[in-house]
């Protein structure tokens, strides 16, 4: 019995396959390394009023921390349509730079969650098989039992039979009902969540220009909290069940991997999407500051209108 329960459910619970080896490769990685530019952000306090009356708190916070400060100042204050026009190229370029770096910070927790989601699948599809298994395995030694206890005509025989064949079924109902799950090890060289969780950015793995978003509370449409508090809330809410220890769990989705679970891949791939939509989200920030920025008048017009 113990010999077909290894041979139905596998001699191993951690499994290593070409599959499971491409999954948990970390393709999604960035292959250059990024150079995160300084931003001067010192302009005169004149200058700074005027520009705080153009714009609302909050675009105004945003062209603070993208950096568009010094270059709308050159802009309103543009001597001629030339100045002008080279003013607006630099906050577009400075626009554009952090669009990028926001989209390409997406683009990697898109790939990882969707790398991490594939592999939940695959490992679910492997332990149903198992239970496929296992189901059978009953069925069939449950026949063989009752054909068997017929072929003889021994009382004592036919009772060791049923009472074998019972015990066998009952251990392949209970192992159905409950299998020896499969698992899969991943390391994870560049965690993305970690940062989030342990509300840091030492390594530099997201821009600053984003990072001063994502821990500003006016970015966040709940109070008094900024954005990577409230996703890090979530996290703690609906990632986590009571029964598990949260310092192994901690382990196993902010660090360098380890042993996972189908249902903890489905975890880690939810986390890598809620952070996704979250830093897109953003781009809903941007929409009202690049209505104003393209309708900035020059002060050569202001001078000239009045």
């Known amino acids: 019995m113990c010999v077909l329960l290894l041979l139905l459910s596998g001699c191993s619970t951690t499994i290593q396959t070409v599959n499971v080896s491409t999954l948990t490769a970390n393709y999604c990685t960035p292959n250059v390394q990024y150079d995160n530019e300084a931003i001067s952000s010192e302009i005169s306090y004149k200058d700074s009023i005027a ?3 153009i714009f609302s708190e909050h675009d105004f916070s945003l062209c603070q921390n993208l ?9 309103l204050n543009a001597g001629n349509i030339i100045e002008g026009l080279v003013a607006k190229q630099q906050i577009t370029d400075r626009y554009l730079i952090f669009t990028t770096e926001l989209e390409a910070i997406a683009a990697e927790l898109d790939c990882s969650g969707e790398r991490i989601e594939q592999l939940a699948n695959y490992l679910e599809k492997r332990n149903s098989r198992i239970v496929s298994r296992l189901t059978v ?12 206890s017929t072929a003889f005509e021994s009382n004592s025989l036919n009772n060791v039979i049923n009472i074998t064949g019972g015990v066998g079924t009952a251990a392949l109902g209970f192992w159905t009902l409950k299998p020896h799950e499969k698992k899969v090890q ?5 965690n993305l969540l970690n940062n989030i969780w342990y509300e840091r950015n ?8 984003l990072w001063r978003i994502l821990t500003e509370k006016k970015f966040s449409n709940i109070n008094n909290s900024s954005l990577i508090r409230s996703i890090r809330e979530r996290w703690v809410k609906y ?19 380890g042993t996972y679970t189908a249902e903890q891949l489905r975890n880690l791939a939810n986390m890598h999407n809620e952070l996704q939509a979250s830093i897109r989200g953003i781009n ?19 001078n000239t209108s009045q």
């Open 51 to 53: 520009i705080k009356n």
């Open 67 to 75: 950096g568009l400060i010094p270059y709308i100042n050159d802009y």
């Open 137 to 148: 395995a009953s069925i069939v030694l449950g026949s063989a039992t009752a054909l068997a």
């Open 186 to 190: 991943m390391v994870i060289e560049r």
């Open 202 to 209: 030492t390594n530099m793995v997201y821009p600053p220009s």
């Open 239 to 257: 990632g986590f069940d009571e029964d598990e220890n949260v310092k192994d769990l901690e382990k196993l989705y902010f660090n360098h991997g």
């Open 284 to 302: 809903q920030d941007l929409r009202s500051l690049i209505h104003t920025v393209t309708t900035l008048p020059l002060m050569t017009e202001i």
